[in-house]
């Protein structure tokens, strides 16, 4: 699961696209000013950051540029309300991605999002994961077993995808609700464990067992 940094101020904006980006299979995370957002960017693995420039404490100019001087090469869409030539050309030139004015549509950003976090030329594109007779299709989000094949709700698909990208791995609660729902869902909530008996159902109550005291493992 693609993990993506939302740097925006405008909370309205940034729950937007968070909620719009989980909706899509994609896990997030929302910082709130510039040097949040740097700190994040350089210190942990994000695969995108969507980075809005009129950020309080230190601008998206500044975050992006000292974001390349470290060497982070994450991809960056910048988002924001300079529309302007030369502050789209600055954005560019000074190791941004892609560029967005608000507004914009979401159904654009996720496009842009999604052909950026296509892999590079002549790297296989995986779109099937496997396990234990066990396939998930990362572009139909379809499951299949020996036995069928069912469709997946966006958050069935998501969490089935944690799965199998840590075969084997025990996942907490809090790892999956991090990953699948974000952070702000109470880590006491049983959300996990409903979804977790629904994703059962579809694929065989035996794949995925409960390792008690520490949370879920897909066998």
Known sequence: ?????????????????????????????????????????????????????????????????????????????????????????????????????????????LARVRLRLKPVAGTPELTVLRHNGLSLDLRTRRAQTPESTTDLTAREFALLELFLRHPGQVLSREQILSHVWGYDFDPGSNVVDVYVRTVRRKVGQDRIATVRGMGYRLV
């Open 1 to 109: 699961m693609s993990r993506i940094l939302i740097a925006e101020d405008e909370q309205r904006i940034a729950s937007f696209v968070e909620k719009g980006l989980r909706a899509n299979g994609f896990s997030t995370t929302v910082v709130t000013d510039g040097d949040a957002a740097l700190a994040s960017a350089v210190s942990e693995d994000f695969d995108l950051v969507v980075l809005d420039l009129g950020l309080p404490k230190r601008d998206g100019f500044e975050v992006l540029t000292a974001m390349r001087a470290a060497g982070t090469l994450t991809p960056v869409i910048i988002l924001t309300a300079r529309d302007s030539v030369g502050d789209t050309v600055a954005g560019l030139e000074g190791g941004a991605d892609d560029y967005m004015t608000k507004p914009f549509r979401f159904e654009e950003l």
